[in-house]
């Protein structure tokens, strides 16, 4: 049987797989998964900006603050930018600001946008809905403090890969049913949607293509626990009941991903109720491909289509 991935995707997939755990074959602790995802992450030059800042900003009512990273990609703008507000992957359980500071800087620069990448609280510790609601108030505090940033609140999107892109998804559902903020495009990227894992590249793709179908299922665990609602849409984003009302999406996927179908779904269920979407699927690639810059074509291809969509979705009204 040929193998759908890329040559050099299969050499990468095999390599990140080799140090991670994996919960088909035994009990996995998330101390042990977290050092294995540090260790294993590959390296990606750092890309200069003019101002990156570490600084926290107000959570949910009665939570601690939330740290984020802002990053500036123009020193003095001559008027204000968009703003993209960023959820790190890593199944609710890993990753932090580090892990995908590479992408945020080239978000920031090929989008020509503020970038305020935000480290919500992590699960077992802290369980669903605790990371969504953080994601959310940084949201409403970047929209109101737009001005300070050197942003229009107007042009306001958000975003993630993976369970980042299960909050940006939640975020603007949130945005919606709470009446603001105002959310002008959201970038999911192989985002979580649904915790049943029912579609078929969750048997197609589950195992074999680093991300398998046995690590999602101890995401979602770790992320609800034994008592946790996953059919909440604000848990499970692609099971919301009216899709209806929410903001332009630019929807990345890549071919060998057990979430895939779970990804096209959402985009035909966003499309009917009106929403414009902006969908592409990267063949011969894998869950978390989007990191892979620099190693991997793809992700270089994937990175321009995301800062494209972006723009696009974020463009300043025209004038009269």
């Known amino acids: 049987m040929n193998d759908p991935l890329t040559p050099r995707a299969r050499k990468l997939a095999d390599a990140m797989s080799a140090g991670f755990p994996d919960p088909a074959l035994g009990p996995v602790e998330p101390a042990a998964i977290r050092q294995a995802a540090r260790a294993g992450a590959p390296p990606r030059p ?13 959570g949910p009512a009665g939570a601690p603050d939330v740290p984020v990273r802002i990053y500036q990609p123009v020193a003095d703008p001559a ?18 600001l580090d892990t995908h500071d590479g992408i945020c800087r080239e978000l920031a620069l090929r989008a020509g946008a503020v970038v305020v990448s935000v480290a919500y609280r ?3 510790e802290h369980r669903f809905p605790s990371a969504v609601e953080d994601a959310y108030a940084v ?18 999107a958000v975003a993630g890969d993976s369970s ?10 949130m945005a919606r049913d709470r009446e603001g903020p105002r959310v002008a495009a959201q970038l999911l990227a ?4 649904d915790h049943r894992m029912e579609a078929p590249s969750y048997t197609t793709y589950g195992r074999g293509f680093f991300h398998t179908t046995a690590h999602m299922r101890w995401y979602w665990e770790q992320y609800l626990g034994p008592r946790g609602d996953g059919s909440h849409p604000y848990a499970s984003p692609g099971l919301a009941p009216d899709p209806g009302g929410l903001p332009p999406a630019v929807v990345l996927l890549p071919e060998c991903d057990p979430l895939r179908d779970d990804g ?3 985009a035909r269920r966003l499309e009917a109720a009106g929403t414009a979407v902006r969908l592409r699927v990267w063949p011969g690639t894998f869950h978390g491909f989007l990191g892979l810059g620099g190693l991997l074509p793809e992700a270089e291809e994937a990175l321009t289509e995301a800062a494209r969509g972006l723009r696009a979705a974020l463009r300043p009204p025209s004038g009269p």
């Not at 900006?49 to 926290?56: F, K, Q």
């Not at 204000?80 to 990753?95: A, I, Q, T």
């Open 46 to 58: 750092v890309r200069e900006l003019p101002r990156v800042t570490d600084r926290s900003v107000p």
């Open 79 to 96: 008027s204000p930018l968009p703003v993209v507000v960023f959820f790190h992957g890593g199944g609710w359980v890993l990753c932090d």
């Open 122 to 124: 992590l699960a077992p």
């Open 139 to 156: 949201t409403a505090w970047v929209s109101a403090h737009a001005a300070r940033l050197g942003c229009d609140p107007g042009r306001l």
């Open 164 to 173: 980042g892109g299960n909050l940006a998804a939640a975020v603007a559902l």
């Open 190 to 193: 192989y985002p979580v949607l």
């Open 264 to 266: 096209l779904r959402h």
